[in-house]
């Protein structure tokens, strides 16, 4: 049984530039979360989507976004990016009937120069 | 906005001790989650805690949810190399506009020397 999936594993910057993050979910899930973790700290949550909407939102700015598709499966964008931005990006499945448990991926490492 | 404040922020222990940490919040939760999270790995699901005062055990590994809804505390009996991490506390609010959002605590640091 496949677990949470995310690519790529690690990525280089440029300020300014635009970033790409792919996630699968762990097999039957129907719900996908992203976090952005800096270095020292605890996840923080920039958004969850379900059938490919987003339901709720943290406290980050418009420049990121989201989208699902029909297979589950998730991306997050991020415009303009900041050196601040530099971070270990999560994804994490549920069921929309268990949102409270949130089986993570291993991250991508986005470093921003 | 929500925050958990998790203690101690490290521990070194000796190989067979105990160990506790805890999370307090300022608002109430409806689930609490334990994760231990590994150096270039994503945060691995311990336990998870539905109910106030309820006590779950998972191997060496022991939680509970605050009376309060306010506190959790995770419990390590005779520790191993391998529970090395980081461990982060989590809360979920499943009411009003925070529902699907988990809040971590800055994670508790835990090193054990053989």
């Known amino acids: 049984d496949a677990g949470v999936t995310q690519s790529p594993t690690h990525l280089i910057k440029t300020r300014g530039q635009q970033v790409t993050l792919r996630c699968s979910p762990k097999s039957g899930h129907d719900t996908v979360s992203w976090y952005q973790q800096a270095l020292g700290q605890g996840p923080q949550f920039i958004f969850q989507?379900?059938?490919?909407?987003?339901?709720q939102r943290g406290n980050f700015p418009d420049r990121f976004s989201g989208h699902q598709f029909p297979n589950y499966s998730s991306e997050l964008n991020v415009n303009a990016l900041l050196l601040g931005d530099s971070a270990l990006y999560l994804c994490a499945s549920s069921l929309i009937t268990a949102t409270y448990e949130q089986y993570f991926g291993p991250g991508t490492r986005l470093t921003v120069t | 906005g929500q925050q958990l404040n998790q203690s101690p922020q490290s521990m070194f222990i000796q190989e067979g001790e105990d160990v506790s940490m805890n999370c307090t919040s300022s608002?109430?939760?409806?689930?609490w989650l334990w994760y231990k999270q590994e150096p270039g790995e994503g945060p691995v699901l311990l336990i998870a805690?539905?109910?106030?005062?309820e006590l779950t055990s998972n191997g060496r590994l022991t939680a509970q949810f605050g009376i309060t809804r306010k506190d959790s505390f995770l419990n390590i009996s005779a520790s191993i190399p391998s529970d090395v991490g980081i461990y982060f506390c989590a809360g979920q609010d499943a009411g009003g506009t925070s529902y699907g959002k988990l809040t971590f605590g800055q994670g508790t640091i835990l090193t054990v020397h053989p």
């Open positions: 608002s109430i939760f409806n689930t």
């Open positions: 989507y379900y059938e490919e909407e987003e339901r």
């Open positions: 805690l539905y109910k106030a005062g």
